[in-house]
Antibody
Framework: EVQLVESGGGLVKPGGSLRLSCAAS????????MNWVRQAPGKGLEWVSS????????YYADSVKGRFTISRDNAKNSLYLQMNSLRAEDTAVYYC????????????WGQGTLVTVSS | EIVMTQSPATLSLSPGERATLSCRAS???????LSWYQQKPGQAPRLLIY???TRATGIPARFSGSGSGTDFTLTISSLQPEDFAVYYC?????????FGQGTKVEIK
């Protein structure tokens, strides 16, 4: 059974940093691209970042470029999101999601971890 | 950036009725890169449809997707109680992989 479990969320002050993790199991992690998608309270979904299976290709939304860094450790079946210079508008539930096929649709999602940026 | 616009914002229907949800892209999207997701309150999104018309594993046949170019449709042939939720379309033909704002299907 495919499982994605996020951790690392919490309350952080504006300008602060946080590192999210996503532990994957039930599939060959090193064969799939991975993504972070966020959802602000009461709002819709926003794609944040993606990383290819071997980390060769990395992409970011303009809203987080230069502040967030996606990475993965295939030996540990883990995905990460380092978030720096956090702003109030980064407050959201952050989901990790597996990208499937060359088209990259998101076929499995974790339950999410809440990040709150507030003083 | 490709803007995805979903309509209507809210659809009020009764169980057993047919639901038709629209998703329009601001520029042409290859249908291979169009997917639909369902999200219930307090839950993560779930993949329903990919490639515009292919049901994901375990998705009932009452869900179907169609469309091409800039206009795509998700149809639920006969609404079941568990189908009342928010539905999002997404394109990842061009980065960023943009989502529509969602259509809420609520019980009338």
């Amino acid at each position: 059974e495919v499982q994605l479990v996020e951790s690392g969320g919490g309350l952080v002050k504006p300008g602060g940093s946080l590192r999210l993790s996503c532990a994957a199991s039930g599939f060959t992690f090193s064969s799939y691209s991975m993504n972070w998608v966020r959802q602000a309270p009461g709002k819709g979904l926003e794609w944040v970042s993606s990383i290819s299976s071997s980390s060769s290709y990395i992409y970011y939304a303009d809203s987080v470029k230069g502040r967030f860094t996606i990475s993965r450790d295939n030996a540990k079946n883990s995905l990460y999101l380092q978030m720096n210079s956090l702003r109030a508008e980064d407050t959201a539930v952050y989901y990790c999601a597996r990208g499937s096929g060359s088209e990259g649709f998101l076929d499995y999602w974790g339950q999410g971890t809440l990040v709150t940026v507030s003083s | 950036e490709i803007v995805m616009t979903q309509s209507p914002a809210t659809l009020s229907l009764s169980p057993g009725e047919r639901a038709t949800l629209s998703c329009r892209a601001s520029q042409s999207v290859s249908s291979s890169y169009l997917s639909w997701y369902q999200q219930k309150p307090g839950q993560a999104p779930r993949l329903l449809i990919y490639g515009a018309s292919t049901r994901a594993t375990g998705i009932p046949a009452r869900f179907s997707g169609s469309g091409s170019g800039t206009d795509f449709t998700l149809t639920i042939s006969s609404l079941q109680p568990e189908d009342f939720a928010v539905y999002y379309c997404q394109q990842d033909y061009n980065l960023p992989g943009t989502f529509g704002q969602g259509t809420k299907v609520e019980i009338k």
